[in-house]
């Protein structure tokens, strides 16, 4: 089964400081990850995707996520925060190859961008 | 950009009533999902339907869920008898054929309250 940790339930941070969000999945066969943001009161929005190819995937508004196969990771990035960003952000990943393509999501992040 | 639309937008039903969410996927899709969100937990896979039939349900879609696809384009979700735990956000979305059927798109969601 296949299962997502996104460990830091609310991160701070200030006006364009840059910014991690961490996510690691466990998961017995090969995986797509995605990361999704919820801006207040708002449905989820696809942010970006590994599927194949390159590890590190750019998305938009700035955000980047790099794939680390060997410490099973896809943690976001973003270089200079702003408070628009301020939503939660949900890690998700779903079977490569799989027959339903089902998203099993991470607890989620609340990224509060203060000013 | 083309979009899953989702109506109602917030619901209110009492206990043991029959609730229908209804969703408008992207246009030319061909899976469709319905997920659920929890006040404060995780977003959590229900169904995914495909071909006029469901390909995956999870433990919490019992008998008193079901879903259909009426018309060739709307996407429904009933709650035959709803109960107080039933009380949430909906999230219908859709995927493409082939190499797209792995990036799904949401809703903005359905807030179901049971009282």
């Known amino acids: 089964a296949q299962s997502v940790t996104q460990l830091d339930s609310q991160v701070p941070v200030f006006e364009e400081a840059p910014v991690e969000l961490r996510c690691n999945y466990s998961s017995s066969v090969s995986v797509y990850l995605f990361w999704y943001v919820q801006y207040p009161n708002q449905g989820l929005q696809l942010l970006l995707k590994y599927l194949s190819g390159s590890t590190l995937v750019k998305g938009i508004n700035g955000f980047e996520a790099e794939f680390n196969k060997s410490q099973t990771s896809f943690h976001l990035r973003k270089p200079s925060v702003h408070i628009s960003d301020t939503a939660e952000y949900f890690c998700a990943v779903s079977d490569y190859g799989g027959a339903t393509n089902k998203l099993i999501f991470g607890t989620g992040t609340l990224l509060a961008v203060q000013p | 950009e083309p979009e899953v639309t989702q109506t109602p937008s917030h619901q209110v039903t009492q206990m043991g009533q029959e609730v229908i969410l209804r969703c408008v996927p992207i246009s030319n899709h061909l899976y469709f999902y319905w997920y659920r969100q929890i006040l404060g937990q995780k977003v959590e896979f229900l169904v995914s339907f495909y071909n006029n039939e469901i390909s995956e349900k999870s433990e919490i879609f019992d008998d008193q869920f079901s879903v259909e696809r009426p018309d060739g384009s709307n996407f429904t979700l009933k709650i035959r008898s709803t109960k107080l735990e039933d009380s949430a956000m909906y999230f219908c979305?859709?995927?493409?054929?082939?190499?797209?059927?792995?990036?799904?798109?949401f809703g903005e969601g359905s807030w179901l309250t049971v009282v």
């Open positions: 979305a859709s995927s493409g054929g082939g190499p797209s059927r792995n990036t799904i798109y």
